[in-house]
């Protein structure tokens, strides 16, 4: 008996490519009769074997269609990149069978059986999801319990935030410096001001009804304004030549660096008011957003630090015999270079702060997350976990996924520059 | 001259010495200030600063042990229970969380374009959604679909999968000593062996197979406890009872509870992401040219990985991966928010709730994760310095 002839080769080339086109797309049929049409057109082989039928096919079907150099440029490009050997072959078949099998579940479930219409439970009929919880909750998963006729105020401090950064962007050199510095000191107080209200004739609403996904904005903007001096300060102190200094930083950075934050907001919650005299009463929000904010910024520290360590001694030295002082080489020549350096640093703790701010329910803040998990055990819309943390995870995933995307395409623009 | 000379030194000197008495001045003020205030609130409570309680009988119970507990043991019993339950979950999350990223590392970097393409949206997935919703969506959503007891996923008649948790069987050992003891010499053996085998490569250029004897030995040694040294090992089965006419639970075996799944899924799903790309970062930055020089002088394609490729790419990957391994024992801490029983829980969560020593209480949980940390950064720097490459 000859093998040789089962060898594929060039001399043979189309009645190879037919052999194995066919008995791939034979493996093919019978993965999605399985998978859609609930019939198994394998049935007369022995039960184990037509188990895994489409795999023995495609396999014998792949093999009989790698040939290297063949010449058709077509064929060349699925050897190399999804056919390369009997391993490789196997492992591309596995990926589209299970693309195939549980892709059109999975759509069936989101889209194609899921209810859009209706305001209750009752009204999801069919077996997909329900969306219509979404649609009933949305108001609550932005907004928390903030009072319906109150929440242009949330709107209006988010559409000022947006139309202030998208400005800085477009106005020439100059008023940008006056735009930052408005974002940075006197926006927040603004911003705050006009969501907790009790003042300028607005009604005054308390912390603990603020939530949802302007909550999770609100945390990590505040966050991250305020840990950014902090994080910087504790960056130059852990550098610096005089003990107490260098070791106090030391010390605080690594303290907060080595406790979950879980732990950090249970101290604001019950050891922190034990520190502070008796009847001072601090708003719930404001020790969490100062507990995150000493948390974020021993992180920040640490970025910073990458970044002062990563210039050359030249650059100090230089700004030394120019006879600048401590401060002024610190803020005029080393922090603009360094913070340039770290930008995707930064980026990247602000993702983490961002992926934190659902731990906020320790306290009783309730965000996005929270609200959903609220919302699942309201009586009129049990069981539907599902619905509510897909949502939920979908609305942080896009966010952090444009995120990770912007700082990745920093990193590449600010290598190119350097 | 001399004078003014002497002047400079000693405003120099001041001007190192001002800010550093400020801070520890500062620092000073500060702590004075807090304990005041604490001392006057715990004296309007009637609490007095102290550890005692940590003897005091706890009054309540855990569901999920692995020492012997309840209510009537102390304060002290219950903080043990707690952490052996977080090291219990970080351990099974490192273990999941390394295989799976190493394999997502590697899988990223394959030739075959679906492979690498379903690795990186893995990653992409998993990376970019919060931890705690990845933890909620496990228990609250995905295991809560599960069956009830009564018709529980069968896994051949030996592990049952429910709503309840996972029933698997438990084992049995007599004589379990002895087998310990097989696989701990069984170790020392191969570490020996390995070094011998190093010492007879850089001397002699001799290669001794050390992974097939190392594996013999690994498996020999310990069944050979089973053929003469007594050593048994039964299984008990998890069995179905029924109690009453609705009511079913499993008996024997060792059940796992949902909590601890759900825990250890999103763990380690979520630390294999970074994981993964730390395999990655590492498996590319070791430099073309060492793979293409090892190939050149004849060593075959195992050896450069084994010998040339590993070597430098582990230096790149340790450091960070023990980064994450404890990120992830400080991300269980999230068990808190389904209600295992981990350190948070146990004792930062219940035992705080009875006693009202918040700050005695909140200390203790916090020294036993900065411990932790500083123990392997400690460990991390000694690495660092022991694997950095020495130039001549």
């Not at chain 1, 549980?102 to 069936?108: D, E, R």
């Not at chain 1, 649609?135 to 319990?145: C, D, I, P, Q, T």
């Not at chain 2, 011998?196 to 490569?201: D, L, T, V």
């Amino acid at each position: 008996m000859n093998l040789s002839i089962l060898k594929p080769d060039k001399k043979n080339l189309s009645s190879f490519i037919a052999a194995g086109s066919i008995l791939v797309f034979v493996a093919f049929i019978d993965i999605i009769f399985n998978s859609f049409f609930n019939s198994n057109i394998t049935e007369f082989l022995p039960n184990k074997i037509s188990y895994i039928s489409p795999l023995l096919f495609g396999l014998l079907g792949l093999y009989l269609i790698r040939i290297e150099f063949s010449g058709n440029k077509l064929l060349d490009k699925i050897n190399t990149n999804f056919n390369s050997s009997n391993f490789n072959a196997l492992l591309t078949l596995l990926v589209i069978f299970t693309l195939i099998k549980y892709i059109p579940p999975l759509l069936n479930w989101f889209i194609f059986d899921a209810n859009f219409a209706g305001n209750t439970k009752d009204d999801c009929t069919s077996s997909g999801a329900c969306w219509v919880f979404i649609k009933v909750w949305l108001n609550r998963f932005v907004y928390g319990l903030y009072p319906d006729t109150e929440q242009w105020r949330i709107n209006t401090a988010f559409l000022i935030l947006f139309l202030l950064v998208g400005a800085s962007f477009f106005v020439p050199q100059k008023l940008k410096k006056y735009i930052i510095i408005f974002l940075l000191f006197i926006y927040p107080i603004i911003g705050l001001k006009l969501i907790s209200g009790g003042d300028f004739g607005l009604k005054y609403v308390e912390t603990g009804a603020w939530g949802g996904l302007s909550l999770t904005f609100i945390v990590s903007a505040f966050a991250l304004i305020l840990c950014f001096p902090i994080g910087t300060i504790l960056a130059l102190g852990r550098r610096s030549q005089l003990p107490a200094i260098r070791y106090t930083s030391i010390g605080f950075i690594e303290l907060w660096r080595g406790v979950p934050l879980i732990t950090v907001l249970f101290m604001s919650a019950v050891m922190f008011p034990m520190f502070l005299p008796d009847g001072t009463y601090v708003d719930k929000l404001i020790r969490v957003l100062i507990a995150i904010t000493l948390f974020e910024a021993a992180y920040m520290a640490e970025v910073v630090r990458g970044g002062l360590q990563a210039l050359p001694k030249g650059q100090y030295e230089a700004a030394k015999s120019l006879g600048m002082g401590y401060w002024r080489m610190h803020f005029l020549i080393i922090l603009p270079q360094a913070l340039k350096l770290v930008i995707p640093g930064i980026a990247n703790t602000f993702l983490a702060l961002v992926k934190d701010t659902p731990l906020i329910f320790v306290v009783g803040l309730l965000e996005l997350a929270g609200m959903v998990n609220l919302a699942k055990t309201n009586p009129k819309w049990l069981g539907m976990a599902m619905e509510g943390y897909v949502f939920a995870g979908l609305v942080f995933w896009v966010i952090c996924y444009v995120m990770s995307r912007y700082s990745q395409n920093l990193e590449k623009k600010l290598k190119t520059e350097r | 001259m001399n004078f003014k000379n002497l002047k400079l030194n000693l405003s120099n000197k001041n001007k190192d010495l001002i800010p550093q008495v400020l801070t520890v001045l500062f620092i000073i003020l500060v702590v004075i200030y807090f304990t005041i205030n604490a001392q006057n609130n715990m004296g309007n409570r009637g609490i007095s600063f102290g550890f005692g309680f940590l003897s005091q009988e706890s009054s309540f119970d855990i569901t999920f042990s692995l020492i012997d507990y309840d209510g009537s043991h102390s304060y002290a019993r219950a903080f043990l229970v707690g952490l052996l339950n977080t090291i219990l979950v970080s351990a099974i999350g490192i273990f999941f969380a390394t295989i799976l990223g190493v394999t997502i590392g590697i899988a990223r970097l394959s030739q075959n374009y679906l492979v690498a393409k379903s690795a990186e949206w893995y990653v992409e997935i998993f990376r970019n959604i919060p931890l705690i919703l990845q933890i909620f969506f496990w228990y609250f959503a995905a295991l809560r679909a599960l069956p009830l007891t009564v018709d529980s996923i069968n896994f051949y008649d030996i592990s049952f999968l429910n709503v309840k948790g996972w029933y698997v069987p438990k084992f049995v050992w007599s004589n379990f000593s002895l087998f310990l003891y097989s696989i701990i010499f069984a170790v020392i053996l191969i570490y020996l062996l390995s070094k011998y085998a190093q010492n007879q490569r850089d001397r002699y250029g001799k290669q001794i197979p050390t992974l097939y004897i190392s594996i013999l030995l690994f498996i020999g040694l310990p069944s050979l406890t089973f053929l003469i040294g007594g050593v048994s090992l039964s299984f008990e089965i998890p069995e179905l009872n029924q109690l009453s006419k609705t009511v079913y639970v499993y008996k024997g075996g060792v059940s796992i509870i949902p909590e601890l799944i759900s825990l250890a899924l999103a763990l380690s799903m979520y630390t294999a992401t970074f994981i993964a790309e730390n395999v990655r970062a590492g498996i590319l930055g070791v430099n073309k040219g060492q793979k293409e020089a090892a190939a050149s002088i004849g060593l075959t394609k195992g050896q450069i990985l084994k010998l040339v490729v590993m070597p430098q790419a582990l230096r790149i990957i340790i450091p960070p991966t023990t980064n994450q391994y404890l990120n992830l024992t400080k991300n269980s801490s999230l068990a808190a928010a389904i209600a295992y029983p981990d350190i948070v829980l146990v004792f930062a969560g219940t035992a705080l709730m009875q006693t009202g020593r918040a700050i005695e209480i909140i200390s203790i949980t916090m020294l036993t994760y900065l411990s932790l940390s500083l123990s392997i950064s400690v460990f991390m720097n000694w690495y660092n310095k022991k694997m950095a490459i020495k130039e001549k």
